[in-house]
């Protein structure tokens, strides 16, 4: 029997992991993909937000700061990417320079740091493509942008490496008491715990109700967004917001930390697998963005995507023991990313008040280290190319991203069953060709080395094939990508 089941492997699940592998218990995640991060961990702004946006006194508040201050440290010993950018809530109006008061008050009160109003003249300076009409901005030098699907999978990682046990492909079914503990069902045979943490996002509701009497409903709605090349990543120096309105914190432009430009996302009911994007909502981004910054050249966007958010009927995190040694880690929404090492830890403090006893184990170690050869000096790439002559060869000639980098992700403690889940770990297909080149070399790559037939490498989850049968000469036939 294990001591915890984490259901969901996003980075609520994965932080929440992460701290329990510090001690001595027997803990495991069931996720549903065939990789971690896959929801809405996947598709969101990637900021780590300062903190001035939640209510004072509100969980979310609380959990957000903490996380903001904790994200920077964490992505060094997690070698995660990481760019204290700092952020501007820009004021068209009079109505919204007042906006702006109000968000510094709850800043100040929720304990964000260094936050200032700058007047037009300064904030002109600090960010020349910015509208003339913007009369002045809510500055945060906190904020910072990061890789958000690799600060989740560096987070299962270092769960995984100090003992917590992951089990993808595996979805929940059913939840019922039985004796001291959950008897837990999946698609994959049955599990037994004595705690049961719900981290299902999106589907945190249903988790929910397997468990415990309903007490909150879930309302997902859809953010799309435009990625641009890296040639457009210095449109802006910070994260540009416009004032948050009732949908959420309106249209930011951003560069990313891969030094691409970020535009999105809007706000729109949707289904909670609903990754779509639609013509009315990119336009409602394309013409909310450039009324922040119009110079913004949507002529050399690379992708689209859209994520899925968690809103609940509550207005808060709902982070609560909602039954018998059953925790919920539910409606997640922004700022679960900036919260998630925060939440880890409050919900590890939450089983141990209901009982759960937390031993330090002797040995721990979260750090990892990736080699990363684009931005290595000669000598130090000669170096590693003496030792190793697979990171040598590039195989993503966008991102120069080798072969060496690409077996490393394959090697990794979790290793990716896709062509996109080597992209999340070795960055290879993020470029400006999106794959269209390396794609097929890094399908090669993968079969040769998990020794399967290339026809079983997927390009993201279930159900999407690349290459669906054999033609008479021996070459493989191409399949729709989904
Ligand atoms: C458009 C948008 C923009 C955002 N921007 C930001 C931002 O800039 N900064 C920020 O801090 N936050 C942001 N957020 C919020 C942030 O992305 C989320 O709070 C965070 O990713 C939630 O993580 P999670 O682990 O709770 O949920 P998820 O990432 O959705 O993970 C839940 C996991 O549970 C799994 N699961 C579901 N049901 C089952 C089942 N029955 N059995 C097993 N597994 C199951 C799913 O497959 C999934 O992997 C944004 C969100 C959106 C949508």
């Known amino acids: 029997m294990y001591d915890v089941l984490i259901v969901g492997c996003g980075i609520s699940g994965a932080a929440l992991a992460m701290e329990l592998s510090r001690y001595q218990l027997k803990v495991a995640v069931l996720e549903k993909e065939n990789d971690v991060a896959l929801a809405t961990t996947k598709a969101n702004s990637a900021i780590l937000h300062a903190g001035y946006d939640p209510a004072p006194g509100t969980l979310a508040a609380r959990l957000n700061v903490e996380g903001s201050r904790m994200g920077e440290e964490l992505c060094r010993e997690l070698d995660v990417p990481y760019k204290k950018l700092g952020s501007l809530v820009v004021a068209f109006s009079q109505e919204e320079l007042e906006v ?6 709850r800043g100040c009160a929720n304990g964000v740091p260094g936050l200032e109003i700058i007047g037009r003249e300064r904030l002109r300076e600090m960010e020349p493509g910015i509208a003339p009409e913007a009369l ?6 906190s904020a910072a942008v990061v890789n958000p699907w690799e600060y989740a999978i560096a987070m299962a990682e270092a769960a995984v490496k100090n003992g917590v046990e992951l089990f993808l492909r595996t979805e929940v079914t059913g939840l019922s008491k039985e004796g001291l503990g959950w008897r837990v069902e999946t698609n994959r045979g049955v599990f037994e715990a004595k705690w049961v943490v719900n981290a299902a996002g999106v589907c945190c509701g249903q988790i929910h109700e397997m468990a415990a009497p309903p007490a909150f409903s879930v309302h997902p709605a859809k953010g799309e967004y435009y990625l641009l090349d890296k040639s457009e990543g210095y449109t802006v120096s910070h994260v540009v917001f416009q004032c948050p309105n009732r949908d959420g914190k309106g249209v930011l432009v951003s560069p990313t930390v891969h030094g691409n430009l970020i535009v999105g996302p809007n706000a729109a009911p949707c289904g909670e697998d609903d990754r779509a994007n639609t013509a009315a909502g990119l336009e409602f981004v394309r013409t909310a963005a450039k009324k922040s910054v119009p110079g913004i050249n949507f002529r050399e966007n690379i992708r689209n995507f859209a994520g899925v958010r968690a809103n609940t009927s509550c207005e808060d995190f709902i982070i609560e023991m909602a039954g018998e040694h059953f925790l919920d880690v ?16 409050y919900a590890a403090g939450l089983l141990q008040k209901d009982g759960l006893i937390l031993t330090k184990k002797d040995s721990w170690d979260g750090r990892r280290k990736k080699v990363r050869i684009a931005p290595l000096s000669p000598a130090e790439k000669n170096r590693l190319i003496a030792r190793n002559p697979a990171y040598g060869r590039v195989i993503c000639r966008c991102e120069t991203i080798t072969e060496g980098e690409i077996l490393d992700a394959l090697h990794s403690p979790i290793p990716p069953v896709s062509v996109d889940g080597v992209k999340r770990r070795a960055g290879s297909g993020m470029g400006r060709c999106q794959g269209g080149f390396c794609g097929p070399r890094v399908v090669e790559i993968m079969a040769r080395e998990y020794g399967v037939d290339p026809q079983e490498i997927l390009m993201d989850r279930d159900g999407s094939a690349i290459l669906t049968g054999r033609t008479k000469e021996g070459g493989a036939k191409h399949g729709t990508a989904v």
């Open 330 to 345: 539910a409606g997640i929404r922004s700022p679960g990313l900036t919260a998630a090492p925060a939440i880890g830890k």
């Open 100 to 105: 702006l008061r109000t968000l510094y008050d």
């Open 136 to 141: 002045g901005a809510l500055y945060a030098p």
